[in-house]
């Protein structure tokens, strides 16, 4: 592979001339790089203005180099979607309030998914002597931060270039500390423009690095094993991991060693392979009928930050009492806040390791002791029927597994839906899991980020979404392609908000009315929108729409030979309205 296979296109500025004067921007953009912040995706806007400068004429628009957003919005999922599949941080910036207003719902779910993302605002100037007329005025309020408070793990607006640079160290360090989450430091447009003659000295940043994951104490882990070890019939819920392959090996052993079986969870990202003969059935966003049994008859559950352990453990026990013993590793508790319940139901535990799973895993692994109890027969996963007449979302499944046969492929999101059988995870970056909050309109921005991170490892990103979802958020595509990021979005376009329609369908059926008037305000026709040319009209191929079972094969085929050879491909299939899994 060419070394440059990894680079995207860059937008060159013309080289500035030397200078001893510096501004206070210039010392922000400093840090940045000095904390190897490698990209920073932004909707442009006046109240950082001069950072936007300091990025391109004082860098040079290299690290970080600014990756333009149509939308608010995307600018945070595409860092957000970019940490998902590299484990490193990148930044977004944010104009004033009125940016942050659109991009509050991808600042949620970067925090529901405990992602670091570096988010720069600003703000017109402080000082009201100094503030232009009308638009100054409408670009400042008091506690900008106050919008998104709830919602990311520390914020601060620094009052001179030197607090800056400290905020931004900060930032950084807290952002990355687990459990992750994103941080909003806000600078004020008159900090940014005042003339500070020479730079600051800049610090060493390894000195404010992140701490090394914390450790569980050595007395719970043996307590753990020696539960596990005796276990009758032990489950491992495998929960919100790394992508580290060593980290995933471990826990294929520890399951291994222990010969105990295993769930997964299509609400986050892969963990644990899904062929494996101990993986007890498909992934899905919730247990299956038959899948129940599995949790409901085990003696000992280790939970590694399985996401929603009460509302599984409900869904498995009913309102019958939890009889099972539980080892919880997760150190989540650190970010659960008043104002969101995204911390779900609080979860009966017997040892507690308040630690990542990656930090615990590998003690547990050392301290148990062998199990060689058998393990029940997995049954075999109950697929919807397959149909000839019409494009289903198992088919385009399927077309894609032919498509991409013995390839590296990355998931980069998955519609709502997905069948957890339709497609084997073999490796921590075979699935990244959807945006963490449920916001619509996250998965074009997550493809991209992606497909940014993993430009040139060989791996084809893929992106599966919902028509909604791709409306919201299409100009994601853009940047795809001004960048040269390789990508392939397939849309299951079902032309209507079909969760919704569901939704209604309940509610009508329960007051005794007529369901049938469920796609009212739901369906998204007359006029059809064709997706295909609104990719096209951003630099992308458009395939479709796909309408006949037989068009999807080539379809499929095409797309991925587009992306393989670095270009960005949508297809929009139109698949059958309804789910193939319980949502």
């Known amino acids: 592979m060419n070394a440059k296979d990894n680079l995207i296109a860059h937008d060159t500025p013309v080289r500035a001339r030397e200078s001893a004067e510096f501004w206070g921007s210039d010392a922000v953009a400093a840090i940045l790089r000095e904390l190897d912040i490698p990209y920073i995706a932004l909707n442009p806007g006046a109240s950082y203005r001069g950072l936007h400068d300091s990025i391109v004429n004082y860098l040079g628009n290299r690290a970080p180099q600014m990756l333009l957003s149509i939308h608010d919005e995307n600018a945070v999922t595409i860092a957000h979607g970019y940490w998902k599949a590299s484990g490193r941080m990148m930044a977004a910036a944010l104009h004033s309030n009125v940016g942050l207003m659109h991009a ?46 709830d919602y990311t793990k520390w914020d601060n607006q620094p009052g001179s270039p030197a607090a800056a640079m400290e905020a931004l160290l900060r930032a950084a360090q807290i952002a990355q500390t687990a459990p992750r989450g994103p941080v909003y430091v806000n600078l004020d447009v008159s900090l940014q423009e005042a003339k500070i003659g020479a730079l600051p000295a800049l610090p060493d940043v390894a000195r404010y ?19 596990l070890s005796s276990a009758k019939n032990p489950v491992m819920l495998a929960g919100r ?16 060693k222990l010969n105990m079986r295993v769930l997964s969870n299509l609400k986050i990202a892969c963990a644990f392979p899904t062929d494996h003969r101990l993986h007890a059935a498909p992934p899905a966003n919730r247990l299956a009928a038959d899948t129940r049994p599995v949790l409901a008859d085990a003696d000992v559950i280790l939970s590694l930050d399985w996401l929603d352990l009460a509302g599984t453990l409900k869904q498995a026990y009913g309102a019958k009492p939890i009889t099972a013993k ?53 049954m075999a996963p109950k697929l919807p029927p397959q149909r000839a007449d019409v494009v289903t979302l198992r088919g385009v499944a399927e077309a894609l597994n032919a498509a991409t046969a013995g390839m590296d492929v990355c998931m980069a999101h998955l519609p709502l839906g997905w069948n957890g059988a339709y497609r084997h995870f073999r490796h921590p970056l075979d699935y990244l899991g959807p945006e963490g909050g ?51 979005m397939i849309v299951c376009n079902n032309r209507s908000f079909f969760n919704d329609e569901l939704h209604q369908d309940r509610v009508a059926v329960e007051r005794g009315r007529p369901p049938e ?59 059958l309205p309804g789910y193939d899994a319980e949502a």
């Not at 914390?214 to 020696?226: D, G, H, Q, S």
């Not at 392959?245 to 291994?256: D, H, I, K, M």
């Open 104 to 149: 509050a719902m991808s600042v949620f779910d970067a925090w529901c998914d405990r992602a670091p993302v570096l988010i720069l605002g600003a703000t017109g100037p402080w000082d009201a002597a100094k503030r232009r007329p009308w638009i100054d005025w409408l670009h400042t309020c008091a506690d900008q931060a106050a919008l998104i408070r």
């Open 209 to 227: 690095a992140p701490p090394e994951a914390v450790r569980p104490a050595p007395e719970l882990v043996a307590a753990a094993a020696k539960l």
């Open 241 to 256: 991991c790394s992508r580290s392959v060593q980290a995933w090996n471990a826990r294929v052993a520890l399951a291994e």
């Open 326 to 378: 539980i080892i919880q590793v997760s150190c989540d508790a650190h970010s659960h806040r008043g104002w969101s319940m995204d911390y779900q139901a609080l979860a009966p535990v017997d040892w507690y390791l308040m630690c990542e799973p990656d930090a615990a895993v590998p003690m547990l692994l050392e301290a148990a002791q062998p199990r060689t109890a058998s393990v029940p027969e997995i």
């Open 438 to 488: 449920a916001g619509v309109g996250s998965g074009p921005g997550l493809t991209v980020g992606a497909a940014l991170a993993l430009k040139g490892s060989g791996r084809l990103v893929v992106g599966m979404l919902g028509d909604g979802d791709f409306l919201m958020a299409n100009t994601a595509v853009w940047t795809a392609t001004h960048y040269q990021i390789p990508c392939l």
């Open 517 to 575: 008037n469920r796609w009212i305000g739901q369906r998204i026709g007359d006029p059809d929108i064709d997706l295909a040319a609104m990719a096209r009209a951003q630099g992308a191929v458009g395939i479709g729409p796909v309408t006949r079972p037989e068009e999807v094969g080539p379809a499929m085929a095409q797309g991925v030979e587009i992306a393989r050879n670095g270009g960005v491909c949508v297809i929009d299939a139109r698949v």
